[in-house]
Structure formats: structure tokens, C-alpha cells
């Protein structure tokens, strides 16, 4: 990502250019080298009285994923510290949403039910979202689940929760969809692709959640929604 020409990404998440942008000379090379800058780095964003917005970013959920099915079986205290402690030396002011994400992901690996755990997430007080996903839960109950009338309420109410990278909002819209297709992951996965906005990480935190509880219910994965 440092030398021109080696790469052919058109976009850097904000994270990485924040992070790259703040490399010193002489530059961190050794793993103990990078880890020591990244954690003096850390505390001093903690220190600035108005946080980086866009490092406040649903991003930060990727990865978190691995320490917590690393963690599986640990206890849930255990997985959440190993998820926080990582993501926040790249993206130091969201430990409350990562913990809830973690929390709910370290749940339903263990056989805790998807959709309480969607719901308890979007009553919680980091979200507060429940009261307006009510309306849009119901509302899609009305229709198929693969309908496009169906798929035009969760765009809605993607849109209405938040469809963008901030972590609040993208969360609140992950949570939605968690908790209407907590038994059908090849339609949440769809359903999430087609809701658009910032699908890409969103999708990442949501299809970790419904593979968790995938692993519980017969083959919910249907052989055209696999890649051989």
C-alpha cells in the first residue's frame, strides 16, 4: 500500500490511510515495531478532544470476526476483550459497538438464537433502534420473503437505520437484516447486496452472524448460492 504501482486497489478504507499517514521515520518494520507504534498511536486518538469521524466506521467489524471464532470457546468476556484489544489500534473510539457486535457473534457460535440476539442488540442503548425497525419488521412480514415488494421495505428501512459507514447506523441496518433472516442466510446475504449503500462490511459482520447460526439448522446454504 506504501509503493506505487504494487497494487491495484482504487480505494483504501479510511483506517488505512489514516493509519499510513501517521507512519514515522524511521518506519516500523519488525511485528514487535509495528505493534508498539500501533498501540503509542492508539493512545494519543483516545487523547484528542473531537475523535476522527471516519475512523468511526462499520469497517472495524471485519476484523473483529477472527479473534471472535478464535475465541469461540472461551467464554464471552475472553472473546470480547481479544475483539476489542485488536480493532482498536486501528480504530480507537468504537469499543462500545464492537463489544455488542462481539457479544452477539460469540452467542450465536454457542447456540443462542440469531434472532433475540439481533433484537436484544437493536434494544440496546449503544443502538436504541428497535422503535424504528418495528414498524419495517412487521411490514415486511406482510409479503413473500423473496419479493421485491419484501426487498423494497428493507431498503427502506436500511436507508431509514443508516446505509452508510458510520458504525451506529450500519450497525442498527446489519441488526435489522440479522433479525429477519436469521434462518435464511443465502436471502439475507441477497437482500443485503441489494440494499446497497455500504453492503461491503456490512455484508462481512452480517454473513459471519448467519453462518454462526447456520451451523445449527439443517443445509440452509442451497448449492447455488456456493462457490465450488
Not at 11 to 19: G, L, P
Not at 41 to 60: E, F, H, T, W
Request: glycine share 8%; net charge neutral; aromatic share 10%.
Amino acid at each position: 500500500m506504501t509503493t506505487p504501482g504494487t497494487h491495484g486497489d482504487t480505494y483504501a478504507e479510511s483506517f488505512h490511510r489514516a493509519f499510513f499517514s501517521d507512519w514515522q521515520d524511521p518506519k516500523p518494520t519488525s511485528s514487535s515495531k509495528v505493534l508498539e507504534f500501533a498501540e503509542q498511536r492508539y493512545q494519543q486518538k483516545m487523547n484528542v478532544s473531537v475523535p476522527d469521524s471516519q475512523l468511526d466506521a462499520i469497517g472495524c467489524l471485519p476484523m473483529a470476526i477472527p479473534f471472535v471464532l478464535l475465541s469461540a470457546t472461551a467464554n464471552e468476556d475472553q472473546a470480547v476483550s481479544a475483539a476489542v484489544e485488536f480493532v482498536r489500534l486501528t480504530h480507537p473510539k468504537v469499543e462500545k459497538y464492537v463489544t455488542l457486535y462481539a457479544r452477539a457473534l460469540h452467542a450465536t457460535l454457542n447456540g443462542e438464537c440469531l434472532k433475540q440476539q439481533a433484537g436484544a442488540a437493536l434494544k440496546s442503548p449503544e443502538l436504541d433502534a428497535w422503535d424504528t425497525c418495528k414498524p419495517y419488521i412487521q411490514k415486511a412480514a406482510r409479503f413473500p420473503t423473496s419479493s421485491a415488494e419484501g426487498l423494497k421495505v428493507h431498503q427502506s428501512a436500511v436507508e431509514m437505520l443508516g446505509n452508510a459507514c458510520y458504525t451506529q447506523g450500519a450497525l442498527s441496518s446489519m441488526f435489522y437484516l440479522a433479525h429477519k433472516f436469521h434462518s435464511d442466510p443465502h436471502g439475507g446475504i441477497l437482500a443485503n447486496t441489494n440494499c446497497g449503500g455500504e453492503n461491503c462490511n456490512r455484508g462481512f459482520a452480517l454473513g459471519a452472524l448467519l453462518g454462526a447460526r447456520a451451523g445449527y439448522t439443517v443445509d440452509l446454504y442451497p448449492r447455488s448460492g456456493r462457490m465450488d
